[in-house]
Nanobody
């Protein structure tokens, strides 16, 4: 089992950058594929980005491609989401999630993940 804690959210202006971190407990972080999702009030949870356990592949939602980058440091049990050129529509609670199984064919599906953090609020003012 793994516990996930997000940090780095806050209030920024449109065009600014922000970096989110998600730190996992336990010794087997490198065995988990990781994902980022977000949820705005009244909307469904939306896929943002994902990264394979060995740092080999990354995936991005259409709305963030070219602006957001995910990476991970397995030695520090941490996954990152670098968000550039932020827009007001990026305002949401951002969650990280972990998948324990080896396969990773549907990184965009929130049901694919076994563990979730509590989320961190990102607010982008216009």
């Amino acid at each position: 089992q793994v516990q996930l804690v997000e940090s780095g959210g806050g209030l920024v202006q449109a065009g600014d950058s922000l970096r989110l971190s998600c730190t996992a407990s336990g010794r087997t972080f490198s065995s988990y594929h990781m994902g980022w999702f977000r949820q705005a009030p009244g909307k469904e949870r939306e896929f943002v980005a994902a990264i394979t356990k060995n740092n080999e592949y990354t995936y991005y939602g259409d709305s963030v491609k070219g602006r957001f980058t995910t990476s991970r440091d397995n030695e520090k049990n941490t996954v990152f989401l670098q968000m550039n050129s932020l827009k007001p529509e990026d305002t949401a609670v951002y969650y990280c999630a972990a998948r324990s199984l080896a396969t990773f064919t549907r990184p965009f599906n929130p049901l694919y993940y076994d563990y979730w953090g509590q989320g961190t609020q990102v607010t982008v003012a216009s």
